[in-house]
């Protein structure tokens, strides 16, 4: 076995520095081993005390009868790198590290955290400042967690890793009494050595886990989370994340749009969405999207049916699947006729979804037929079914008369138990039929397993030729320069011609015939619009005069003379776009959104990293294309030109292959705006900014 198989399932623990008070942090761990079932050896080890627990007290780790798997540390973090170091000379697999003053408390504990790895050496550290592990599969308990006082936990097929560790204890207080089954839980924390994607790694190939449940705070490692969130997307276990820090105080000062559109939690959304990640929005949808997901069953599309015996709950859930996207059709004619054939009288609504089948609480065989009816029906992806109160008395029978339906169809089936009755929700989840207390839950769960159901692994196009870029200068390119660099790759640019006077203004606006647009030629100036530098729609004899104006309502503004003026031609009949890149800790993305002045008011983007190497593939492009609100404006929105998509896509193509060619000499880059002209008139860069850093 390798290291963190051993650090999982060890054979042998060493408890470095237990107390033979269990009421202290120090003494759970050597109690928990024993009162959750650890089958393995225990060895406490203290040099004042001769036994714990009826286990006898080693004076020191060189004392241990052998080498254990793994050691759990209890020391302050003082005393921690020398028992760590002795383990390691040991032999030992791996250490956990509980104590805390280490690189969350500043540029002192930073040191001691680089000691403590470098007194591990080979052997594998899980923390410092973690709460340690919990492998329910196995019943090995390598935690102080005071959360582990419960007489017994539920074993299931969800894996938790968490890089907090108050987390770890919080999520197993909840499981519980949901009746939701857990596989392992990992507290990761300060991840001096082993870390999340470590863990999504060994969950991948973990037998006993179908669904992998992460708390994250940061991606230390972007490349080697990506790496492992494909692997368990590839064995069929899907990721749900939920990651803290959503809201950030300000997007970082940056010269382009595209640094105020884009901006960390972003670029989570990005990451998470090509390798597979079903990103939780709140703490509690951690816990709903794989109680669902771990069913196993496939949500092929948005069609619900809803069977319900209590109006109002049925209208709750429809709401809300309604507001999702999802949809709720009334059943077929052949499913309303199975339907009628289950109930006389006037107490059923059947003709419509909410499927309303009053007496279907009390009447299993009634429940059992609906739910045979609504699986079978191809007019239906999944069934939502609602759990009243007249299921109180008897809930046993409601979950008989459901699973007794399940293995007819692969389905999924969820509950909504409308009355508060948190022993019912846990009955019916333990039984193979996620239960929710609330509708909005439902959704949720449902949203997740059609993610997880369409997710595809993007396609990656072949590496492009290298383009020739000797002679770029270092700093921000004014638009000329920005537009010929962009159009060296492939994106073309808005016909124009650089002036300096009046007189060569208008002789270049007449050239190009028609109106024009007059812009100041500047590298110190970005956003031109806001000092004035910007004219649009100017005819030929009056581009003069407004060159001079607007010389003297720059330098006014900004205290900088222009020495360089653009003249345009007019771009009539496009869609205003905005391509730009943006770079951060997890890597470098491409974003594209609706773009011109309303840019930053709009905020319709969409983002994709890029892979480790070369540029996005034209599948990623389409599928951004496509992700905008905006897609119906170029798609032909009531009569309007389609625009010439296949022009974009090669455009979103050829500028990630800039932004991945120029790798870190490329600190912003944008096309703002990149305006899509009418089908197999092409695209046109009418406006750019580039910032380069020096050649290395």
């Not at 037929?369 to 609504?374: E, K, N, Q, S, V």
């Not at 609330?438 to 949720?444: H, L, P, Q």
Request: hydrophobic share 45%.
């Amino acid at each position: 076995m390798d290291a963190i198989s051993r650090l999982l399932k060890p054979r042998s623990v060493a408890v470095v520095g237990a107390s033979a008070d269990g009421n202290k942090t120090a003494g759970r761990p050597v109690a928990y081993l024993r009162k959750h079932g650890f089958a393995g050896d225990v060895y406490p080890v203290n040099p004042r005390v001769g036994s714990i627990d009826g286990l006898p007290c080693y004076p020191n780790i060189a004392s241990l009868p052998s080498v254990p798997d793994v050691g759990i540390v209890l020391l302050g973090a003082e005393r921690a790198c020398s028992a760590v170091h002795e383990l390691a000379q040991l032999g030992t697999a791996a250490a956990i590290v509980l104590a805390s003053g280490y690189t969350e408390t500043g540029a002192a504990g930073a040191q001691r955290q680089a000691q403590l790895i470098e007194a591990a050496g080979s052997m594998r550290i899980l923390g410092p400042n973690t709460i340690g592990l919990v492998n329910l599969t196995d019943h090995i308990v390598l935690s102080a967690s005071g959360a582990l006082e419960m007489e017994r936990f539920l074993a299931g097929s969800i894996g938790v890793v968490s890089q907090s560790g108050g987390i770890l204890g919080s999520l197993l207080s909840r499981v519980a009494p949901r009746g939701i089954g857990l596989s392992k839980l990992i507290s990761t924390s300060n991840e001096a050595d082993l870390e999340l994607a470590d863990f999504v790694d060994y969950l991948a190939d973990d037998e006993a886990t179908k669904v992998i449940a992460l708390y994250i705070e940061s991606v230390r490692n972007p490349e080697k989370f990506r790496a492992a969130a494909l692997k368990a997307a590839g064995a069929g276990k899907p990721v749900v994340a939920f990651k803290i820090g959503r809201s950030e105080a300000g997007a970082r000062a940056a010269v382009s749009h595209t640094g105020a559109l884009a901006g960390a939690d972003r670029m989570y959304d990005a990451l998470f969405k090509q390798v597979g990640v079903i990103r939780a929005q709140t703490f509690g949808d951690l816990l709903d999207i794989p109680a669902a997901l771990a069913t196993g069953r496939m949500l092929r599309g948005n069609r619900v049916a809803i069977l319900t015996s209590t109006g109002g709950a049925g209208t709750l859930v429809s709401d809300s699947l309604g507001v999702s996207g999802f949809d709720t059709p009334a059943p077929d004619a052949d499913t309303a006729a199975r339907l009628r054939a289950l109930q006389t009288g006037d107490h059923a609504a059947l003709d419509r979804n909410p499927i309303d089948v009053t007496l279907a609480g009390l009447q299993p065989d009634l429940l059992r037929g609906a739910i045979r009816a609504l699986l079978a029906s191809p007019s239906y992806d999944a069934l939502t079914i609602i759990v009243g109160s007249s299921s109180l008395a008897m809930p046993e029978l409601m979950a008989g008369a459901i699973l007794d339906c399940l293995p007819e169809s692969d389905k999924p089936v969820i509950a909504y138990v409308s009355p508060h009755a948190p022993e019912v929700v846990a009955l019916l989840t333990q039984r193979g039929v996620p239960a929710f207390p609330d509708a909005e839950s439902c959704t949720v769960a449902l949203a997740g397993m059609l993610q997880s159901a369409r997710w595809r692994a993007p396609a990656r196009s072949a590496p492009a030729a290298p383009v020739d870029v000797a002679g770029l200068p270092a700093g921000s390119l004014d638009e000329a320069q920005a537009k010929q660099l962009f159009a060296r790759f492939g994106v073309p640019s808005v016909g124009e011609a650089m002036v300096a006077t009046p007189a060569d203004a208008e002789q270049a606006a007449r050239a190009f015939g028609g109106h024009v647009v007059l812009k100041i030629l500047s590298g110190e100036i970005t956003h031109k619009s806001d000092v004035g530098g910007v004219a649009v729609g100017l005819a030929p004899e009056q581009v003069g005069a407004r060159l001079t104006a607007m010389k003297a309502e720059v330098q006014t503004r900004t205290g900088i003379v222009p020495l360089g003026f653009l003249v345009q031609e007019m771009v009539l009949g496009g869609t205003e776009l905005i391509l730009g890149m943006y770079r951060d800790p997890l890597g470098t993305a491409i974003l594209l959104g609706m773009g011109g002045i309303t840019a930053e008011l709009f905020r319709d983007t969409t983002m994709r990293l890029l892979p480790s190497a070369g540029g996005l593939g034209r599948e990623e492009a389409v599928e951004m294309v496509r992700e905008l609100k905006a897609w119906p404006l170029l798609d032909g929105f009531r009569g309007r030109p389609k625009a010439d998509v296949d022009a974009l896509v090669s455009a979103i193509v050829a500028f990630s292959q800039m932004t991945a060619q120029l790798g870190d000499r490329l600190v912003e880059a944008e096309i703002n705006p990149l305006f899509v002209l009418p089908a197999s008139q092409g695209v046109r860069a009418a406006d750019g900014v580039v910032v380069l850093a020096g050649a290395s």
